[in-house]
Nanobody, 124 residues
Framework: QVQLVESGGGLVQAGGSLRLSCAASGRTFNSYVMGWFRQAPGKEREFVAALSRSGGNTVYADSVKGRFTISRDNAKNTVYLQMNSLKPEDTAVYYC?????????????????WGQGTQVTVSS
């Protein structure tokens, strides 16, 4: 069992930056692929970014490529999402998720554990 707790969300103006953190419980954090998803009101949950167990491989949604960076610190059991050049359309609840499979997946179904989410609001 893995428990995930996100933090770092908030209100920011367009063009600004935020860094989200996701702290995981347990001693097997480095055995999980970690991902970030987001869900805006009235929309389905969508993939944002994910990275491999070692952090060596990363995958991004086209909508955030070049603006967001995902990283992890396995010693601290934490995954991060650095978000730069934020746009109003980035407004959503952001969730981190952990996947037992070594494959980096861009859909929410394969992920086994989820955090409670953190709100990100970007004003224009």
């Amino acid at each position: 069992q893995v428990q995930l707790v996100e933090s770092g969300g908030g209100l920011v103006q367009a063009g600004g930056s935020l860094r989200l953190s996701c702290a995981a419980s347990g001693r097997t954090f480095n055995s999980y692929v970690m991902g970030w998803f987001r869900q805006a009101p009235g929309k389905e949950r969508e993939f944002v970014a994910a990275l491999s167990r070692s952090g060596g491989n990363t995958v991004y949604a086209d909508s955030v490529k070049g603006r967001f960076t995902i990283s992890r610190d396995n010693a601290k059991n934490t995954v991060y999402l650095q978000m730069n050049s934020l746009k109003p359309e980035d407004t959503a609840v952001y969730y981190c998720a952990a996947e037992k499979s070594p494959l980096i997946m861009k859909i929410p179904g394969p992920y086994d554990y989820w955090g409670q989410g953190t709100q990100v609001t970007v004003s224009s």
